[in-house]
């Protein structure tokens, strides 16, 4: 964990995101939360990572997601150097497939 942004602030809002229950509470509360360009930045960055998992290039991921070679480079130094947040969250939708 990065301590760079461990704070009470950050585990207030993390908390307030443990309490929804529901995607239509997901769209209320981030609604409210983020920009329109905030939130589809982060769902971008999430496909991005999705598709860099099933091995697909740089160059269909950025025809696909309009995502920047900046922004899939990015991605991928989480994926492979970060805190292994994305594979735990791959693993539990799989899962919960």
Known sequence: MNQKIKNEAVDRLFDAVLCLNTREECYSFFEDLC???ELLSLSQR???ASMLKDKRTYLEIADQTGASTATI???????NYGNDGYDMIFERLKSNS
């Open 35 to 37: 920009t329109v360009n």
């Open 73 to 79: 480079s990015r991605v991928n130094r989480s994926l």
């Open 46 to 48: 999430f496909e991005v």
